[in-house]
């Protein structure tokens, strides 16, 4: 009995890390002195809401105000223009974008250069 509680809290507790982890389509392609290089550039702007990560993710987190929720067109549209028109330069050196929209109904996007290339604005909110 005590092996099968153990069993299923051992998988319950996977389950919940998968739901809480976000895993990215893309995999950066910059060096570590890249990164620091970037983050001296960029010492200006790097916040709680922006920031780089040691294996090259340019991280962008915005949240939802309390008793509202993310429209996702307004998600993708101010992801598309933040990764492909902001950040296009890093992109193109291999880093990747991750918007992080939190709140209800909020999500993770990511974009590197060939998404940027491949898709479009949705024209909506520019």
């Known amino acids: 009995m005590k092996i099968k509680l153990l069993s299923v809290m051992a998988v319950l507790a996977g389950l919940v890390g998968c739901a809480t982890t976000a895993k990215s389509p893309y995999t950066p392609t910059v060096s570590p002195q890249q990164v620091e290089m970037v983050r001296v550039e960029l010492a200006e702007i790097i916040s709680d809401n922006l920031y780089i990560t040691d294996d090259g993710f340019v991280v962008w987190t915005e949240y ?55 898709d479009k604005s949705t024209g909506l909110y520019r």
């Open 64 to 118: 939802a105000p309390a008793g509202y929720e993310w429209e996702r067109e307004y998600m993708r549209d101010a992801a598309f223009h933040a990764a492909c028109d902001d950040f296009l330069p890093l992109l193109e050196s291999g880093f990747v974008f991750n918007a992080h929209f939190k709140g209800r109904k909020g999500s993770n996007l990511y974009y590197n250069l060939d998404r940027c290339l491949e």
